[in-house]
């Protein structure tokens, strides 16, 4: 299999996985990935075919620059309107590799009420709770991002993150890896839904202590193949499910 037929696979996969864990609801969000060394992304589009991201096929992910222009896009496909999240974002930032964005409802509903997000579990999920240590940037836009310049504002939000909430909107995830950014979107609904679910109680949560953070391993060096692994079982899920591609 050719490097690029690979790369549409993975974020073929990507759309179903953040489909299969509810992140996405029918036909709403996309994912993307560098062509690596260029200045060209693969990215899921919609054509006659389009039945929702959980039924995504490779066929749907398709070539362009950075401008959502290209010649595979053709008659037959469609970029997705908020493109130039994706092509910005790589312009801005070399060194991610793949783009998510789509609209979780826990997410979305965490925005709304502007809810804070803090490091309230611990051992339950170390990543997600370290996202809520690092902290959430919000932009405070509810627009369809349809144009270059909106995307300036929100790259400026999102600092060196990887992870920006848009307010009553969605979310957008980066990462070096389609692996990584699919689990690391996967960790942040973690972190959105503990939050939302203990802001229902209308209970105050309160921090875990500094003291059990501490104790928290680094699961980087322990665990380097983590992302991989997370990205195996949710692949088997889909396969198990029924979702999986096609061979
Ligand atoms: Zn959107």
Redesign the pocket.
């Known amino acids: 299999m050719s490097d690029l037929q690979e790369l549409r696979e993975k974020v073929a996969l990507s759309c179903r996985i953040i489909a299969m864990n509810g992140l996405v609801d029918d036909i ?2 996309h994912v993307s990935v560098r062509v690596p060394g260029s200045d060209e992304m693969l990215l899921r589009c919609r054509g006659e075919e389009e039945y929702g991201l959980p039924f995504t096929t490779p066929s749907a992910i398709r070539k362009m620059n950075f401008d959502g222009e290209g010649p595979e896009l053709g008659d037959r496909y469609k970029a997705p309107k ?1 493109h130039p999240i994706h092509g910005e974002i790589y312009k801005a930032r070399p060194e991610v590799g793949c783009v998510i ?3 979780p409802p826990a997410a979305i509903f965490c925005s709304i009420a502007e809810l804070e997000f803090r490091p309230i579990f611990g051992a339950y999920n170390i990543p997600a709770m370290r996202m809520a240590l690092e902290g959430i940037p919000l932009f405070p836009s509810s627009a ?2 349809t144009r270059p310049e909106m995307v300036t504002p929100m790259i400026e939000a999102m600092g060196n993150k990887h992870i920006l909430l ?1 307010k009553g ?2 979310i957008t995830v980066t990462g070096r890896t389609v692996e990584e950014a699919t689990v690391r979107a996967l960790n942040f609904d973690v972190l959105a839904k503990a939050t939302l679910e203990v802001a229902k109680t209308g209970r105050t949560a309160e921090h875990i202590s500094l003291e059990d953070i501490e104790e928290l391993p680094d699961l980087a060096p322990l665990l380097p193949d983590g992302d991989k692994w997370v990205w195996r079982y949710q692949v088997k899920m889909l396969e198990d499910r029924g979702w999986g591609l096609e061979r």
């Open positions: 709403l969000g908020e964005h789509c609209h369809l991002i848009m909107h969605g």
